[in-house]
Nanobody
Framework: QGQLVESGGGSVQAGGSLRLSCVGS????????MAWFRQVPGKEREVVAT???????TYADAVKGRFTISRDNAKNTLYLQMNSLKFEDTAMYYC??????????????WGQGTQVTVSS
């Protein structure tokens, strides 16, 4: 089993910054693909950024150039640095990991979520 615990959400004005953290435990390691998702009420959960075991990263078009995903394998922690936040970034943010090693796209470990609220 793997566990994920997010932190770092909060309220910020448009143009501000936040950094989310996600600590993994159990069977989650550097060999597992991890990602950040977000969801607003009434909409489907969408992927924000992905960090692959080979350290390559991908981003949703809506956050490219503003968000940065990174990982500290020694601390088993995934980060999402969010800069130049916009009102439309308001959402519940979730950390996710995939149990099958070196594969991405079918996440089965999820954190509880952390709320990000951006005021315009």
């Amino acid at each position: 089993q793997g566990q994920l615990v997010e932190s770092g959400g909060g309220s910020v004005q448009a143009g501000g910054s936040l950094r989310l953290s996600c600590v993994g435990s159990g069977y989650i390691s550097s060999r597992n693909c991890m990602a950040w998702f977000r969801q607003v009420p009434g909409k489907e959960r969408e992927v924000v950024a992905t960090h692959r075991p080979d350290r390559t990263t991908t981003y949703a078009d809506a956050v490219k150039g503003r968000f940065t995903i990174s990982r500290d394998n020694a601390k088993n922690t995934l980060y999402l640095q969010m800069n130049s936040l916009k009102f439309e970034d308001t959402a519940m943010y979730y950390c996710a990991a995939q149990s099958s090693l070196y594969q991405c796209g079918n996440y089965n470990y999820w954190g509880q979520g952390t709320q990000v609220t951006v005021s315009s």
